[in-house]
């Protein structure tokens, strides 16, 4: 993202205050299946149709999935054979080509937050839109862990989407 303000918050004199822009060309979307995250996505899309940009769908393998008794992950998880994670990426990939949106998708293996953080970097993105809660985070009452941490460890900005 890139935005350009003339002065400092601290010397700022509101005569100098200029044009300030505001560019968005990548946005990178975490995406587990959950309803907090096709909100995200929903944001992320329309941000992207809004401003010509490209979405970056990822999920994030943490093998958690593997380690599930098969009732568990049937009971839970499964949608249209595919596991309900997976389902995210599907979702975005309708949403962006019914909006003309130019979508890329990844999985990533790794702790969540971390990898997150880091496919963002490495893709040069300008803005992560992520949901306030994932599969996990129904269980906390404030702001999701995954999301929280994501907030406070990345470099590039994040919009937190709060899920009905």
Same mark, same amino acid.
């Given at each position: 993202?890139?935005?350009?303000?003339?002065?400092?918050?601290?010397?700022?004199? *509101?005569?100098?205050?200029?044009?300030?822009?505001?560019?968005? $060309?990548?946005? &990178?979307? +975490?995406?587990? =299946?959950? %309803?907090?995250?096709?909100?995200?996505?929903?944001?992320?899309?329309?941000?992207?149709?809004?401003?010509?940009?490209?979405?970056?769908?990822?999920?994030?393998?943490?093998?958690?999935?593997?380690?599930? *008794?098969?009732?568990?992950?049937?009971?839970?998880?499964?949608? $249209?054979?595919? &596991?309900? +994670?997976?389902? =995210?990426? %599907?979702?975005?990939?309708?949403?962006?080509?019914?909006?003309?949106?130019?979508?890329?998708?990844?999985?990533?293996?790794?702790?969540?937050?971390?990898?997150?953080?880091?496919?963002?970097?490495?893709?040069?993105?300008?803005?992560?839109?992520?949901?306030?809660?994932?599969?996990?985070? &129904?269980?906390?009452?404030?702001?999701?862990?995954?999301?929280?941490?994501?907030?406070?460890?990345?470099?590039?900005?994040?919009?937190?989407?709060?899920?009905?």
């Amino acid at each position: 993202m890139k935005v350009s303000i003339k002065g400092a918050a601290e010397d700022i004199n *509101l005569g100098d205050i200029g044009e300030m822009t505001f560019e968005i $060309e990548r946005i &990178l979307v +975490p995406t587990d =299946g959950s %309803a907090p995250s096709v909100a995200a996505t929903e944001y992320a899309v329309m941000m992207a149709k809004t401003f010509g940009a490209t979405i970056k769908a990822v999920f994030v393998d943490t093998g958690e999935a593997a380690l599930s *008794l098969p009732e568990e992950v049937i009971a839970e998880d499964v949608f $249209e054979g595919d &596991l309900h +994670p997976m389902r =995210g990426i %599907a979702v975005a990939q309708a949403m962006c080509q019914s909006n003309g949106v130019t979508c890329e998708t990844e999985v990533a293996k790794g702790g969540v937050a971390k990898r997150i953080v880091h496919v963002a970097e490495d893709w040069d993105a300008d803005l992560i839109v992520i949901g306030d809660t994932g599969r996990t985070g &129904l269980k906390r009452i404030a702001l999701g862990s995954v999301a929280e941490t994501v907030v406070k460890g990345s470099p590039i900005p994040v919009l937190v989407v709060k899920a009905d």
